[in-house]
């Protein structure tokens, strides 16, 4: 029986592609973050995929890589909505077109 | 006797006046620099600065005269010399000095004198002109430089003097400088006289390297004492002249332009175009004589080499010019019609009896001459310029007459000055200074034409002074308007010169030659019984009959006839060619015309077509080439490096927008891009990574 890895990795694919476009192609800016969260959570996939049919599974180095990922991605989902809000009281919009003052 | 006294007093310490004797010519010199500042409507002050110092240096003159007078009746030959160095160039120096002698007493008193009378004159015939001050102004220059001549114990001195009267001159005939005959006339003296200059220059340079001086008189180590004249007469400057002769002949060549002698004399007449005074101080009476003058004080280098009783080359030289010169003039003088023109001639022709009697008998001869003649043709000048005056302007002999009734004083100093001018026996100063310039050239030892010549000129001049006062004064009036007599101011100076052109006289007769006996150092014995000594008595009689022949002519043809102006001459109709030869001046400034002159026309368009040609084409050519040179420049920096330059910066600013394109401040398009990339790295990577 053939390992079950490439049908994980095609589901991380399809969800990191899935999020690469969300966070492309939406104009709101919340949108956007949780394009971002979904490709974050395709790459938590890869890593356990790859720790569980990898050549050490007994080691819990995927579990680990995949814990510190969720919590990065907390931490940076509540500064992105904190940025979100105060630019929304600043400039009275989400829309990231219409921020486009971070140029040099 | 005379070299030792010269020596003994040599020794002592210049007298008090002669070490002042520089204020005489620097006073008018000084007082010219401030009427040049005053404004042209201060006339009083002008002529009161004038007269005043011009009175102050007289008064000078005198005692400077008076001291040479009083140490000569002491039996000493005053020669008193300030000398100071100028500057220094390496072991020689160029000095300068002046000199008090009886020589330069005499001219100081004359020049200061007859000056001081134009001057008065001037004030009354330059009343209505508007350049007034500007006119005593020149005057003033004039009269000092000319005292500054006079005083000079230096070459160099006097050359510097010598050339303030040349510019002088010029400015002064060229005061009425809007006429154009005057303004070329002007320029016509100055450069003729400095033609003559130019040999005098040499002259000096020449005597300077002979002797190492430029002083005349320096304690016996000047350049006419006998140590240095020694060498100059022994040395040998080729052709047979010995280099003190040479030299002599180069002073004289200045000194014949100065003086008008024959070929330098084109510019005398034509500088009658001055105002009047002007032509009588300066083309008469002073100036003029410098040169005869300058003869007067080198004559010990003109002398020196003579033989006993011989004559060296250069007074020859000087002899025969001046001899010349009287009669060429003279002729001349017989058929003009211009009163100051038949003066001007009337004066080139009396320089040269100057020039000859300093030729043919030595300084005292000639200066006697130039004294007298100072006075009395001063006299004429004035007369004629008080006729001048008195006729409107007119000049032309031709149209005047009948003057004796209308301008009574006129006539009669005038008659006096030409009677003077004549020779006319006894009375007049004119008849003992031209004896004895007659009385010299008979005695002559190497040739008697000179005699023949200067008795000629004697005759001619009586002959056309007569045909003058019979014009002018004589008949009735031709002329327009009426006639009137000048006010006191210009009748005055002709009464007072018309007494000395009498007076003179009296000291250089044979019976008390006074003159001569001051200028040689000589006692001034009286002997009446030299009236009666066969010789003078001969000489006398010639002279008389000399005079007799020109005024009997004259009056025979002219005498009371009072022709019409347009008449033909008495002399023409009997000549017609050599009348006409004689009223153009004998042709002289014609042949000057077709000779110098051409051929510097013709050396000045040979001078443009080289200039426009030759060096012109080597500059068209020359700028052509840079001309190219810049254009091919321009060529490659336009198209190449300013093009290049400009390409690459405009590249350089296209592509930095469109970068800045990209950093457009939007976050997804970063995003975007950042996708991108990854995908074509992947893409790379997988591809390359192909088994």
């Known amino acids: 029986m053939e390992s079950p890895l490439a049908g994980y990795l095609l589901v991380a694919a399809l969800l990191f ?14 949108l956007v973050l949780i394009g971002i969260e979904l490709m974050l959570n395709a790459a938590n996939l890869n890593l356990i995929a790859f720790w569980r049919y990898g050549p050490h599974p007994e080691a819990l180095t995927g579990m680990m890589f995949a814990i510190f990922s969720i919590a990065v991605a907390a931490a940076e989902a509540a500064v992105g909505l904190g940025l979100v809000i105060s630019i929304y009281r600043h400039a009275n919009t989400t829309e990231l077109d219409k921020m486009n003052r971070m140029k040099g | 006797m005379i070299l030792e006294a010269t020596a003994s007093t040599a020794q002592l310490a210049p007298s008090s006046i002669a070490g002042i004797l520089w204020v ?10 401030v009427i040049a500042l005053l404004k042209q409507p201060q006339r009083k002050p002008a002529t009161g600065l004038a007269i005043g110092a011009l009175s102050i240096s007289l008064l000078l003159s005198l005692v400077a005269f008076a001291r040479v007078v009083a140490g000569w009746a002491h039996g000493i030959a005053v020669r008193e010399v300030v000398n100071f160095t100028w500057a220094r160039v390496g072991p020689t120096g160029l000095e300068l000095g002046w000199v008090l002698d009886p020589l330069a007493a005499i001219m100081l008193v004359m020049v200061s004198f007859v000056g001081l009378l134009i001057f008065i004159y001037s004030v009354g015939y330059m009343e209505h002109d508007e350049n007034f001050t500007r006119f005593f102004c020149f005057l003033s220059l004039f009269a000092g430089a000319m005292l500054g001549v006079v005083i000079s114990n230096s070459l160099l001195l006097l050359f510097m003097c010598w050339e303030i009267v040349g510019l002088t001159s010029y400015l002064l005939i060229g005061f009425w400088y809007q006429k154009p005959s005057a303004a070329a006339a002007a320029k016509k003296a100055f450069i003729t006289t400095r033609f003559g200059d130019v040999f005098f220059l040499l002259g000096i340079v020449w005597f300077f390297a ?8 320096n304690h016996g180590l000047g350049s006419l004492e006998p140590l240095s004249l020694a060498v100059v007469a022994t040395n040998h400057a080729g052709l047979g002249l010995s280099a003190a002769g040479a030299i002599g002949l180069l002073i004289f060549a200045g000194a014949a332009g100065k003086s008008g002698q024959l070929p330098l004399h084109v510019w005398l007449p034509d500088a009658m175009e001055g105002p009047t005074p002007v032509s009588a101080l300066i083309h008469a009476a002073t100036m003029v004589a410098a040169g005869v003058y300058l003869i007067a004080r080198v004559y010990p280098l003109m002398q020196v080499g003579a033989g006993p009783g011989g004559s060296t080359t250069a007074l020859t030289v000087v002899a025969w010019v001046g001899a010349a010169t009287a009669v060429f003039a003279a002729l ?20 040269g009896y100057m020039m000859a009697g300093l030729g043919l008998g030595g300084v005292a001869v000639g200066m006697f001459h130039l004294i007298t003649h100072a006075f009395f043709k001063a006299l ?6 008080s006729v001048i005056h008195g006729c409107h302007e007119e000049q032309d002999i031709r149209r005047m007459g009948g003057l004796r009734v209308d301008m009574p004083l006129t006539f009669a100093t005038y008659g006096i000055g030409m009677l003077a001018l004549c020779g006319f026996p006894i009375a007049f100063s004119g008849f003992w200074s031209k004896d004895a310039i007659l009385e010299s050239a008979q005695h002559w030892s190497v040739a008697k034409t000179p005699f023949y010549l200067l008795v000629f000129g004697a005759v001619l001049t009586a002959f056309y002074m007569t045909r003058q006062i019979c014009y002018v004064f004589l008949g009735y009036w031709r002329g327009h308007g009426e006639a009137h007599e000048s006010p006191t101011v210009m009748t005055l100076p002709l009464a007072v010169l018309a007494f000395f052109a009498m007076a003179l006289g009296v000291i250089g007769t044979p019976a008390w030659p006074w003159f001569h006996a001051f200028l040689e150092n000589r006692a001034p014995g009286l002997d009446m019984h030299a009236f009666i000594e066969p010789s003078f008595l001969a000489l006398l009689s010639t002279s008389t ?6 005024i009997g002519l004259g009056w025979w043809l002219y005498g009371n006839k009072s022709p019409k102006p347009e008449a033909p001459d008495a002399l023409e109709k009997t000549a017609p060619h050599v009348w006409a030869a004689l009223r153009d001046r004998l042709y002289v400034d014609e042949f000057y015309g077709v000779t110098i002159i051409a051929f510097y026309a013709w050396w000045a368009r040979v001078a443009d077509w080289f200039d426009r040609r030759v060096w012109g084409g080597i500059v ?3 700028t052509w080439l840079f001309n190219f040179w810049a254009r091919f420049n321009r060529t490659l920096d336009m198209n190449w490096v300013d093009g290049s330059f400009d390409k690459s910066c405009e590249e350089l600013s296209n ?6 394109r990209v950093q457009g401040g939007r976050v997804q398009n970063y995003l975007r891009i950042l996708a991108v990339a990854v995908v074509v790295l992947a893409a790379v990577l997988l591809w390359s990574s192909r088994p």
Not at chain 1, 17 to 30: D, H, Q, S, T, Y
Not at chain 2, 332 to 350: E, F, G, H, P
Request: no cysteine; charged share 5%.
């Open chain 1, 17 to 30: 592609a899935i999020g690469l476009a969300g966070a492309l192609v939406r104009r709101n800016a919340i």
């Open chain 2, 24 to 33: 005489i010519p620097a006073l008018p010199i000084v007082v010219s620099g």
């Open chain 2, 210 to 217: 002979q002797t190492g001086t430029l002083l005349f008189y």
């Open chain 2, 332 to 351: 001349i003088a017989v058929a003009q019609n211009d009163i100051k023109r038949i003066l001007a001639y009337s004066t080139i022709s009396q320089l």
């Open chain 2, 380 to 385: 004429l000048f004035l007369g004629a310029g």
């Open chain 2, 545 to 550: 009959l000399i005079v007799a022949i020109g």
């Open chain 2, 620 to 622: 068209a050519v020359v």
């Open chain 2, 655 to 660: 592509s930095g927008g469109l970068l800045a």
